[in-house]
């Protein structure tokens, strides 16, 4: 038998994740962002669920949406990052797929390429993050130097990120949100802004085209308890077996370093996942996981394979299921624990994990 661990997939979540976003944007378009292996979910079984139910996809790069082309799936796919390289906007015109230009130097690429099919453009624009994106001041003469190619598309959808959106008291994305408004407003183009949590936190920022990741996976960039926080479904849940119990007398130590030292006689199980399957080494002592629907806490330090568990208080046999995040034990808490975000724990999850889909 193989290792037990494994990333259970529940692609019907995911359905439900979608139907809850369009009811919170029900006019705008819906762009589902699968880069990076859909947070690490499996884009191409994550694309096949959800083609038929969304507008668009949007992934990092060219590598990514050729992954998508060459499986058949053939709505709209967007590249964030845009061309690393002017020959591969050929590649995206022969494929359908559309590009973002974000600076000048993809404008110059465009001027100096020949294509034989039409090339569709999202012209992205910096309003405050500072990451990727035209100046507001170069609106006008980027979108006029972009007519100007031949086999450029006209209908061109002009967008921005947002940098502090899952902060709620944060001013700056009123400050993000009006810049853009008052720069495009006057140029009848498409316009995009959310991310997931624009789409649960601002509804100024829904516009023509909302771009959803993060929720669609059923987390929320917000805290446990803030709104519709419980209508999300997870749809990744880790689990793994206890593949050893031991008792530790009072005083006995366990894992490397002898981090966690017994105040009592206690039960300890020994879990086959570690930080080389993608769970956090920093999660510390306390940590909880989830065994026969009970929470324990992890005693000792993360090893690369395995990590161990206190369940002197709850029912614990070899062979037993844990789950380390998802049904019944969110993400977001094991992110928190661990000082960072679940879009790193889902999307740095190794290949070593296999992705199980299942929907019962
Ligand atoms: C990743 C990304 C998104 C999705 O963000 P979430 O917080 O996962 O919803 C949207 N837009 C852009 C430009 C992105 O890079």
Redesign the pocket.
């Known amino acids: 038998m193989s290792r037990p661990t494994a990333a259970k997939i529940k692609l019907s979540s995911l359905s439900h994740n979608v139907t809850f976003v369009k009811s919170l944007a029900p006019t705008a378009k819906l762009?589902a962002?699968i880069?990076a292996d859909a947070?690490g979910h499996g884009a191409l079984a994550v694309g096949r669920t959800l083609e038929k139910i969304v507008d668009a996809f949007?992934v990092?790069s060219l590598d990514e949406a050729m992954e998508l082309r060459d499986s058949e799936i053939s709505i709209p796919i967007l590249i964030?990052e845009g061309v690393f390289a002017p020959e591969d906007l050929k590649t995206c015109s022969l494929n359908a797929i559309t590009t973002?230009i974000h600076n000048f130097t993809q404008i110059d690429w465009l001027e100096q390429t020949q294509f034989e099919n039409v090339l569709n453009c999202w012209l992205?624009v910096d309003t405050g993050m500072s990451r990727?994106g035209i100046g507001t001041e170069s609106i006008s003469s980027s979108l006029e130097r972009l007519k100007n190619v031949p086999h450029v598309t006209d209908d061109i959808v002009l967008?921005t990120?947002l940098a502090c959106?899952?902060d709620l008291n944060n001013k700056f994305t009123i400050d993000q949100l009006e810049l853009f408004d008052s720069c495009t407003k006057h140029l009848t183009l498409a316009r995009?802004a959310?991310?997931?949590?624009?789409?649960l936190g601002w509804p100024l920022s829904h516009f023509d085209w909302i771009?959803?990741?993060?929720?669609?996976y059923g987390n929320s960039?917000f805290q446990e308890g803030s709104e519709n926080y419980s209508k999300l479904e997870p749809v990744m849940t880790l689990v793994s077996e206890i593949i050893a119990i031991r008792d530790v007398s009072e005083g006995g130590c366990v894992g490397y370093g002898c981090s966690w030292t017994a105040k009592r006689d206690s039960k300890i199980a020994t879990v086959c996942v570690g930080y080389g399957d993608g769970y956090p080494r920093q999660a510390p002592n306390g940590t909880p996981v989830v065994i026969n629907g009970h929470r324990a806490p992890l005693a000792g330090r993360v090893s690369m394979d395995m990590i161990t568990v206190d369940v002197t208080d709850i029912p614990a046999g070899i062979g037993d299921e844990v789950i380390l995040w998802g049904d019944g034990l969110s993400l977001n808490e094991i992110a928190n624990r661990s000082s960072t975000i679940g879009?790193e724990l889902t999307a740095r999850l190794p290949k070593r994990v296999p992705r199980i889909i299942c929907d019962k």
Do not use: T
């Not at 771009?211 to 669609?216: A, N």
């Open positions: 762009m962002v880069k947070y949007a990092a964030l973002v992205k990727l967008f990120h959106a899952d995009s959310a991310n997931s949590a624009g789409i771009r959803p990741g993060y929720m669609l960039p879009y």
